[in-house]
């Protein structure tokens, strides 16, 4: 029941059907189409790539290490699938993922899991959204946003997290129109320190027990700045000890 072309022994096995292009023992490719029982499905076997072209160019391509490559021209890898509609080229230099409908409008591209909940969604508006489908932010996720920022909404856990290795430093630097304004970072290992950003901005440092102020760049500043002014006042000072002026 096994037929071949362009070879003289083709497969011969009682539980294979088996349709057989070119010899496997010759260094030219060999083909097989192969039913390995009547009820299993046919399969394509070849010891080459499988290429598929129409008249004027390669369409489809199968390499041995089981890569698919749709709608490629040698240079370009590009796969689609038409529902959903979803398009991935990649030129050797980029990846482009797109996903379009049929009046280039679709509201959204998925990032999924096996069980179709959405890992991460880039909204047709540049809004990327992780682990949510909203960007209300009483939902649980991240949205990056360039009218929105960043927001995280978490339960139970802490929302944002910055950890800075090895060095003391700035962890926030806090920007208007591009031109710093503060800064919030650590000192001597495990002080907190909040501050302006030019020299002579004012700022404090959390200590073991103590606040100081500091400077624009979170170095000390003694007897350099009021704890607010003669037209704008804090009301009452509350201390369980004694007031201490050093006029040195």
Known sequence: GNVGIGCTSPRND???K???IGDSSAAAS???LDDNDSNGPWRIISNQSLIINDDTAERMRIDSSGNLALMTDGAEFK???TEPRKFISNNGASVTIKQIDNDQSAAY???AAWDDSSLMRLMNSGNLLVSKSTTSVATAG???SDTQGVRSTVDGNVPALLNRLTDDGNLIDLRKDGSPVGS???QNGTDFFITGSVAVATGLRF???EIVPVNGSAGNSDAAIDIGKSNIRFKDLYLSGGVNFDDN
């Open 184 to 186: 919030i970072g650590t």
């Open 14 to 16: 009682a539980n294979f």
């Open 142 to 144: 991240v949205v990056i």
């Open 207 to 209: 200590q073991t027990n």
């Open 79 to 81: 796969l689609y699938y």
């Open 18 to 20: 088996t349709l057989q």
């Open 30 to 32: 060999q083909l097989v």
């Open 109 to 111: 591209i998925d990032f």
